[in-house]
């Protein structure tokens, strides 16, 4: 299911940063479900960022250091903060939200590193 709503993808110069926010329905919303994954041209899905149940995060081993979950300022949102972006971190990033039987996605958002 597509609920979630992503915001503001773009083009960034390497080493630049970006903000993505993912802003989630209230009656799905849990803090501890959310996270980010993103998808390159020819490969799959993966898991950036996510928190977890007890309330620590994770992270892709690429982008530990530079990329950062956290909660939003606003109701029920989750952000994305990027740091030191690379062109490899160039793909669509999905927000999700884990829940059963079937996980809520957003519709993808595009984020380009060049220069």
Known sequence: QVLLVESVGGL???????????????RIFSLYAMGWYRQAPGKQRELVAA???????KYLDS???RFTISRGNAKNTVILRMNSLKPEDTADYYCNRRAFPGDYWGKGILVTVSS
């Open 12 to 26: 960034v110069q390497p080493g630049g940063s970006l903000t993505l926010t993912c802003t989630c329905p209230g």
């Open 51 to 57: 928190f977890a149940s007890n309330s620590s995060t």
């Open 63 to 65: 982008v530990k250091d």
